[in-house]
């Protein structure tokens, strides 16, 4: 289990935190800024899990939400259920961090200088349930994307993809459903309803964005092939780990499919040595080498990259300043334009 270094800083500006209220408990704190979480508090914000009459309002931001870098994968929940019911036989008492708001996220990454956040669907709490990612894009215009999730069993799933995407949604985190004895599910990706999540990605501008094991590598260029227009985002190096020759070569092979991008992400999982994580550079040189920097991606995966011994300032910092390989251009399209380009640029909101 997880432990968290928690500080509870307030959030810069005072406009975004009117009629709200943080939570007077106060737990211990890191020397380090930005190394924690924001005050917990409960955001009793009105909107149901679909959105409607009683979503809420957008709020006045006090900073141009284009003028930053971008953190392309955070997950945020809430502990008010009552407007955004957890999963089915998930309560309160099994979030870890108890509570992290979008509000709190931003008390953590705009420090940074981070003023937009993809925000990825938590399947272990919500389920196929995306409204409290949905309600957060509305309230907070420009500074969330939402990366949600989508049953590929139900019906009608080109016309369910299109009108999520006018609340703000611009890709969708798929996964195996099982891995049978260290291999992976060859069928994963045949059910007819991921086929035609793939073609309505490719048609209406959504990314598909797998979270797979190593296992899972060969899977995918099937899919690559059968639907070459679709955006593909792997999150988190998909979870190849320093020292996995082969499937890193699998990894930077399917660089030859022009519109697969690959998330350079987690950092306190995937290095051996903790902070600075330079160990894990050679594995980020290799695939900008292959990817170029158009298609890689920087994020942290909040609130996890908080886990004790690591901090928010370490995970931006690999990108924009200790990696010297990295020119200046390369930051730029890892620390915002990819994932500007890939979930920012069709947003209506």
């Known amino acids: 289990m997880f432990r968290f270094a928690i500080n509870r800083p307030s959030l810069a500006s005072p406009r975004l935190l009117s009629r709200r209220r943080f939570l007077s408990r106060t737990s211990a704190t890191l020397a380090a800024a930005g190394s924690g979480l924001a005050g917990f508090h409960r955001d009793r914000c009105l909107a149901s899990s679909t959105g409607g009459a009683d979503a809420p309002q957008p709020v006045a931001l006090d900073f141009d939400p284009g003028e930053g870098f971008v953190d392309a994968h955070s997950h945020i929940w809430t502990r008010d259920t009552e407007a955004f019911p957890l999963a089915p036989a998930v309560s309160v008492d099994d979030l870890l961090p108890p509570s992290f708001t979008a509000e709190e996220l931003l008390a953590v990454v705009r420090p940074e200088g981070v003023t937009r956040v993809v925000l990825i669907s938590h399947f272990r709490y919500y389920g196929f349930d995306n409204g409290y990612l949905i309600a957060m894009a509305k309230k907070y215009p420009g500074v969330f994307a939402v990366v949600g999730a989508l049953d590929h069993t139900q019906p009608e799933i080109e016309a369910r993809m299109v009108a999520a995407k006018k609340e703000g949604v611009t890709g969708y985190r798929i996964r195996p459903d099982r891995v049978r004895k260290g291999e992976a599910d060859p069928d994963w990706l045949m059910h007819p309803g991921m086929r035609e999540m793939w073609r309505a990605g490719a048609k209406h501008g959504i990314a598909m964005c797998p979270l797979i094991t190593p296992e899972s590598l060969p899977t995918l260029p099937p899919m690559f092939e059968a639907c070459p227009d679709t955006t593909v985002v792997i999150d988190h190096f998909a979870r190849v780990r320093n020292g996995m020759t082969a499937e890193l070569d699998q990894l930077v092979a399917m660089a030859r499919f022009p519109n697969v991008h690959i998330k350079v992400s987690a950092f306190y999982s995937h290095s051996e040595t903790g902070p600075p994580y330079l160990d894990i550079g050679p594995k980020i040189e290799r695939l900008l080498q292959a990817y170029g920097p158009e298609r890689l991606l920087w994020a942290s995966d909040l609130p996890y ?42 947003l209506s909101l």
């Open 305 to 346: 990259q908080l886990k004790e011994g690591n901090t928010y300032h370490d995970s931006i910092a690999l990108v924009r300043s200790r990696l010297e390989f990295l020119t200046g251009t390369d930051r730029e399209w890892l620390l915002k334009k990819t994932a500007e380009k890939v979930y920012f640029s069709g």
